[in-house]
C-alpha cells in the first residue's frame, strides 16, 4: 500500500501553546487529507476533511479556529492545534486518499499530551 | 440504526483456526469497501478492499461483500497471534470520500 508519515510521532507541550503536525504522502499525491483524533479504547473521530488548494471541512462540534487545516500540496497537509489545553491530548492521525471512493492510506499518528 | 455495525467482540480463535469477521451496513448507497487492523496504540493499517460483489483474496484474508443483503465479512484463514487486533470495518458512499467506521470488532488469537 502507499505511505503515509507524519510527523513528530510524539508531542508534549505547555498548556497555551500551539502544535504543529505534519501529514506527507510520500509515494502518490493525496486528492483529500482527513484528520482524525482518537481517545484511548475509543473509536476513531473524524475532525475535518481538506482537499488540496482549498479550505478544509470540519466536523460538527470540532472548531475550526483551534484545529488550523492546510493542505498545501498534494503530498502535504497541516494540522496545528491552537492555545493547547490538557483535554486536547490524544493521539491525532491523518489519512490520505488518491481518488474519490478509493483507498484512504493512514499515517502512523502522532500523540499530543499537553502538560 | 448505527450506519455500520459489528460486533465488538472479544472474537476469540485457537491459531491456526479461520477468524470470520462481519460487518452491516444501513446505507444502500455505499459503494466502497474496506477493512483495516488496529494494534493498540497505533494507527489503522488498510488490510483489504471491495468494490463489487463475490468474494476477494489477498493472502490469508478473503473480503466478502453482499450488497443485496448489506454486509461485508473478513476472513482470516490459519489465524496467528499477530492477528491479534482490532478489525474495523469501514464504508463510502457513492459522491463521498469520508469512511464510515463500525466500532470495531477485537479479535483474540490464541498460541
Known amino acids: 500500500g502507499a505511505v503515509v508519515s507524519q510527523h513528530p510521532s510524539r508531542v508534549i507541550c505547555k498548556s497555551g501553546t500551539s502544535v504543529k503536525i505534519e501529514c506527507r504522502s510520500l509515494?502518490?499525491?493525496?486528492?483529500?487529507m482527513f484528520w482524525y483524533r482518537q481517545f484511548p479504547k475509543k473509536s476513531l473521530m473524524l475532525m475535518a476533511t481538506?482537499?488540496?488548494?482549498?479550505?478544509?471541512?470540519?466536523e460538527q462540534g470540532v472548531e475550526k479556529d483551534k484545529f488550523l487545516i492546510n493542505h498545501a500540496s498534494l503530498t502535504l497537509s497541516t494540522l496545528t492545534v491552537t492555545s493547547a489545553h490538557p483535554e486536547d491530548s490524544s493521539f491525532y492521525i491523518c489519512?490520505?486518499?488518491?481518488?474519490?471512493?478509493?483507498?484512504?492510506?493512514f499515517g502512523p499518528g502522532t500523540r499530543l499530551t499537553v502538560l | 440504526q448505527k450506519e455500520v455495525e459489528q460486533n465488538s467482540g472479544p472474537l476469540s480463535v485457537p491459531e491456526g483456526a479461520i477468524a470470520s469477521l462481519n460487518c452491516t451496513y444501513s446505507?444502500?448507497?455505499?459503494?466502497?469497501f474496506f477493512w483495516y487492523r488496529q494494534y493498540s496504540g497505533k494507527s489503522p493499517e488498510l488490510i483489504m478492499s471491495?468494490?463489487?460483489?463475490g468474494d476477494k483474496e489477498d493472502g490469508r484474508f478473503t473480503a466478502q461483500l453482499n450488497k443485496a443483503s448489506q454486509y461485508v465479512s473478513l476472513l482470516i484463514r490459519d489465524s496467528q497471534p499477530s492477528d491479534s487486533a482490532t478489525y474495523l470495518c469501514?464504508?463510502?458512499?457513492?459522491?463521498?470520500?469520508?469512511?464510515?467506521f463500525g466500532t470495531g470488532t477485537r479479535l483474540l488469537v490464541s498460541p
Open positions: 471491495i468494490y463489487s460483489n
Open positions: 446505507d444502500r448507497g455505499s459503494q466502497s
Open positions: 481538506s482537499n488540496e488548494g482549498s479550505k478544509a471541512t470540519y
Open positions: 469501514a464504508v463510502t458512499r457513492i459522491g463521498f470520500q469520508k469512511l464510515v
Open positions: 489519512s490520505a486518499a488518491g481518488q474519490q471512493g478509493g483507498e484512504q492510506f
Open positions: 509515494d502518490f499525491q493525496a486528492t483529500t
